[in-house]
T-cell receptor, first 116, second 115 residues
Framework: GAGVSQSPSNKVTEKGKDVELRCDPISGHTALYWYRQSLGQGLEFLIYFQGNSAPDKSGLPSDRFSAERTGGSVSTLTIQRTQQEDSAVYLC??????????????FGQGTRLTVV | AQSVTQLGSHVSVSEGALVLLRCNYSSSVPPYLFWYVQYPNQGLQLLLKYTSAATLVKGINGFEAEFKKSETSFHLTKPSAHMSDAAEYFCAVSRGSSGTYKYIFGTGTRLKVLA
């Protein structure tokens, strides 16, 4: 596609429910990143994929958070038993093989998650 | 471990004045450094990047940044601010010692441009 696509753009969920956030990277981009942006907190790294494997998932805040990537393309971030502190904007980014080492990643518009 | 510090969460400048947004980094290996801009309700857009070539890097919209190893800094500048520059700016470092290339972001600086 033309850019990184994330869906939904907005999600309101009740505390305790599970949510899935989707990221469609730019076609051909092998690296994919998830970040969380909370008000006044900057961007917090969650996980990154190289192909379908996740060499670094050190940023996942708890075992309620998980992510997978299939076919080296689409990724899903799942949050189980959501809590109010999970409310944030979740950003996805991808980069091409050559861009991976030079660090040029392209970001999606994000999914704004609100837990009520 | 790598880290980034952005001094000043909010910066205000007059239209036409110099823009200076400060970024200091910490890295045990030669870093790659980036500035991203985020306009309201939008994703992040790359302004410029340093990847060990020229230390003075020019980016889009008239912005530039200079890598100073001795000061561990990568400050962002623009000679003359425009109203359209009002946004949030993030400095980031990547190139971890383990060979990973995840970005570590600063907490951001919100730029306000006064008419």
């Amino acid at each position: 596609g033309a850019g990184v696509s994330q869906s939904p753009s907005n999600k309101v969920t009740e505390k305790g429910k599970d949510v899935e956030l989707r990221c469609d990277p730019i076609s051909g981009h092998t690296a994919l990143y998830w970040y969380r942006q909370s008000l006044g907190q900057g961007l917090e790294f969650l996980i990154y994929f190289q192909g379908n494997s996740a060499p670094d998932k050190s940023g996942l805040p708890s075992d309620r958070f998980s992510a997978e990537r299939t076919g080296g393309s689409v990724s899903t971030l799942t949050i189980q038993r959501t809590q109010q502190e999970d409310s944030a904007v979740y950003l996805c980014a991808s980069s091409a093989p050559q861009g991976f080492r030079s660090g040029e990643a392209f970001f999606g518009q994000g999914t704004r998650l609100t837990v009520v | 471990a790598q880290s980034v510090t952005q001094l000043g969460s909010h910066v205000s400048v007059s239209e036409g004045a110099l823009v200076l947004l400060r970024c200091n980094y910490s890295s045990s290996v030669p870093p790659y450094l980036f500035w991203y801009v985020q306009y309201p309700n939008q994703g992040l857009q790359l302004l410029l990047k340093y990847t060990s070539a020229a230390t003075l890097v020019k980016g889009i919209n008239g912005f530039e940044a200079e890598f100073k190893k001795s000061e561990t800094s990568f400050h962002l500048t623009k000679p003359s601010a425009h109203m359209s520059d009002a946004a949030e700016y993030f400095c980031a470092v990547s190139r971890g010692s383990s060979g990973t290339y995840k970005y570590i972001f600063g907490t951001g600086t919100r730029l306000k441009v006064l008419a």
